[in-house]
């Protein structure tokens, strides 16, 4: 199993960067700022682009589900291995953003998490530090030989 955590951790991060860079483009396309809260930019947002938006969000969602299925062999591990390569893919997320423009500027800078079926937004701290307990989680179970 740890190799297959690897592969999906290292999965999960070149997925970040990819999604990353994507937002970069995004964000240069429709002149929103790197500083800017994407709070704010969300409201100014053409509403054509936010239904698009929503599509590559569950398009996301459905990859990541798609490869915890075919690599876990149980319900529960496809449940496990979905919510580790969710927790590098959101955690490497905002470090590729950070690499590439220097965004978020801090921990507090509010982000919109996820456009389905709302937005939600939040300090970016939040996601990182969900990410991070995730995969704290399950390191420590894999250790503690709860999960194998």
């Keep these: 199993m740890s190799l297959k955590l690897i592969l999906l951790a290292v999965f999960g991060i ?3 960067h990819l999604e990353g860079v994507v937002v970069v483009y995004l964000r240069k396309a429709l002149g929103i700022l790197d500083t800017e809260s994407n709070n704010e930019a969300v409201k100014t947002f053409p509403k054509r682009y936010l239904q698009i938006e929503m599509t590559r969000e569950a398009a996301t969602i459905i990859m990541l589900l798609v490869i915890a299925y075919l690599v876990g062999t149980s319900w529960v591990e496809r449940g496990i291995f979905f919510l580790w390569t969710f927790a590098f893919w959101d ?3 905002y470090v590729s953003l950070y690499i590439l423009i220097k965004w978020p500027p801090t921990f507090r800078t509010t982000d919109v998490l996820f ?3 709302v ?3 939040s300090p970016v701290w939040f996601p990182i530090a969900v990410s991070s307990v995730t995969i704290i989680v399950i390191v420590v179970l894999y250790i503690l030989n709860i999960l194998n």
């Design 14 to 16: 070149a997925m970040a």
């Design 91 to 93: 955690l490497f997320y």
């Design 115 to 117: 456009l389905i079926p």
């Design 119 to 121: 937005p939600w937004i």
